[in-house]
């Protein structure tokens, strides 16, 4: 294993491992945070340090990996939009999360109209799973071509 191989493997594990402590936040928060006595705000503040982690690592691990796997010459145009749609996905949340943090999120969720569930904690976590089996496939994919 030479180094640029080392690099590769801590990027994918702390990868897998941020976005796994992510996810699992996200449940948590969406099935027992309407029970605690705190507001929304008071619980991201809680968790905030260890969402920017996870941010900051699921950023910049997926920019290490992305360069990787494009710079390959076996780059399927699936491979590519679904790349491109876990991106979407991806900094949809990271903005979600931004917006959890100001005051004017639970104004905004609160507003019912025919998009406000592209801001509810529900899609948080699908977008999350989704986000996870979109990877999967993104792997299967790689897989198969070598």
Same mark, same amino acid.
Not at 49 to 78: P, Q, Y
Not at 94 to 101: G, I, N, P, T
Not at 126 to 137: K, N, P
């Given at each position: 294993? %030479? $180094?640029? =191989?080392?690099?590769?493997?801590?990027? !994918?594990?702390?990868?897998?491992?941020?976005?796994?402590?992510?996810?699992? /936040?996200?449940?948590?928060?969406?099935? @027992?945070? !309407?029970?605690?006595?705190?507001?929304?705000? =008071?619980? /991201?503040?809680?968790?905030? =340090?260890?969402?920017?982690? *996870?941010?900051?690592?699921?950023?910049?691990?997926?920019?290490?990996?992305?360069?990787?796997?494009? *710079?390959?010459? %076996?780059?399927?145009?699936? @491979?590519?939009?679904?790349?491109?749609?876990?991106?979407?996905?991806?900094? +949809?949340?990271?903005?979600?999360? +931004?917006?959890?943090?100001? %005051?004017? @999120?639970?104004?905004?969720?609160?507003?019912?109209?025919?998009?406000? +569930?592209? $801001?509810? @904690?529900?899609?948080?976590?699908?977008? /999350?799973?989704?986000?996870?089996?979109?990877?999967?496939?993104? *792997?299967?994919?790689?897989? !198969?071509?070598?």
């Amino acid at each position: 294993m %030479n $180094f640029l =191989d080392a690099i590769l493997l801590i990027s !994918k594990f702390l990868h897998a491992v941020s976005a796994s402590v992510w996810l699992g /936040g996200s449940i948590i928060l969406l099935l @027992y945070g !309407k029970h605690v006595n705190q507001s929304w705000k =008071d619980l /991201g503040f809680f968790f905030k =340090d260890i969402v920017n982690a *996870s941010i900051i690592l699921i950023l910049s691990t997926g920019i290490i990996l992305s360069i990787e796997r494009l *710079s390959t010459e %076996n780059v399927s145009t699936t @491979y590519i939009i679904l790349l491109a749609l876990k991106i979407i996905l991806s900094l +949809w949340l990271f903005f979600l999360v +931004w917006k959890f943090r100001t %005051n004017k @999120y639970e104004k905004l969720i609160n507003t019912k109209n025919k998009f406000s +569930w592209v $801001f509810s @904690y529900t899609f948080f976590v699908i977008s /999350g799973v989704l986000i996870f089996f979109i990877a999967e496939i993104l *792997s299967t994919l790689i897989e !198969k071509q070598f």
